[in-house]
């Protein structure tokens, strides 16, 4: 059974349920990568029916845009490619940016260059502070100016929290906006994001629906992260309440007989806002387990209702983590 496809919203593309998020293949800030195994796990995606791949010139300074682009060849017509920019090369918790329309427009054709492509699907602004868009008009127009040059088909927003993409696709016309969203996450429901999509017929792009590799229950919180592995910026006592948390729904998990991670991302494809989840793939173990989660029955109304008292019984973030980390 191939993997189902959903509407990306008001956009009109069809995604496959599944997608692919790049950001471990820019070999930065997931740790080092073999590139020749990322292309063979992309490869291997499209065969598997997997048609949504989300990437950001951001992810290892472009690494990942070049090897996806690298990697689809032939296979360019039939996938959606969704790429970022504007968010400048950080390490911590602080996010320099650049949304002018002179610096879009360079960065536009650099991921083009990179994607080995004349045009991509999904052109997301990357994580802006919502007082530039609001204070500069430019920005928007510029985002319509590549879709009329057909550099773009389509523009949205990769919201830094979901209250934020609430009130972007409240106030400007995006197509599609992306949010943090899985299992022990559920602003994206409770910010009024599900509902503003809701409104606007936007898309909706579940991200970290693993929630950093720790929903797969394969983690400890006490990992010795090297080099610009972003996880290292955490501080433990959130790295272990994070790895902690799928032993809170594990009696759902053996319920089901499948894996901590297919349980997250079926959460995740429940909310019937959601176009697509884009768990990031390492290896074609990951692909696999990852897309044989599309196949299952969905999760129902008792195990939705079970996995909301868990989460409103528990406190899965600790506000201060960001300011007792590296910023």
């Known amino acids: 059974m191939g993997i189902a496809r959903r509407k990306l ?10 997608g692919f998020g790049t950001w471990g293949l820019g070999g930065d800030s997931y740790g080092p990568v073999d590139d020749g195994q990322s292309r063979r796990v992309l490869e291997a995606a499209v065969e598997r029916g997997v048609t949504f791949f989300d990437t950001s010139d951001l992810y290892g300074d472009g690494h990942a845009e070049e090897v996806l682009g690298r990697s689809l060849g032939d296979a360019r017509s039939r996938v959606i490619i969704a790429t970022k920019g504007g968010l400048l090369p950080h390490t911590g918790f602080t996010m320099p940016q650049d949304f002018s329309p002179a610096y879009l427009g360079d960065a536009l054709h650099r991921s083009l260059e990179r994607l080995r492509t004349d045009y991509v699907d999904l052109y997301q602004l990357h994580s802006p502070d919502l007082s530039a868009l609001r204070e500069n008009p430019r920005i928007m127009e510029t985002l319509r100016g590549f879709k009329a040059q057909g550099l773009i088909r389509h523009y949205g927003l990769s919201a830094r929290s979901p209250a934020d993409a609430a009130a972007a696709l409240a106030e400007f016309d995006f197509e599609c906006t992306q949010v943090n969203y899985n299992l022990i996450d559920h602003r994206a429901a409770e910010a009024g994001t599900f509902a503003a999509v809701a409104a606007t017929g936007a898309g909706l792009i579940a991200r970290t629906p693993l929630c950093f590799g720790y929903l797969t229950g394969r983690l400890t ?13 955490w501080p433990e006592d959130q790295l272990r309440r994070w790895a902690a948390a799928p032993g809170l729904f594990d009696s759902l998990i053996r319920r089901r007989g499948c894996t901590p991670a297919q349980f997250a991302l079926l959460f995740c494809l429940a909310a019937p806002e959601v176009s697509t989840v884009i768990p990031g793939m390492m290896s074609l173990a990951e692909l696999d387990e990852n897309c044989a989660a599309a196949s299952q029955e969905p999760l129902s109304a008792e195990e939705m209702a079970e996995i909301i008292d868990i989460y409103r019984s528990r406190t899965f973030y600790e506000p201060s983590a960001k300011a007792r980390g590296k910023a």
Do not use: K
Not at 221 to 233: I, K, L, S, T
């Open 9 to 18: 919203g008001r956009t009109g593309l069809e995604v496959s349920a599944i």
């Open 221 to 233: 919180g006490g990992e010795n992260f090297a080099g610009r592995d972003h996880r290292a910026n």
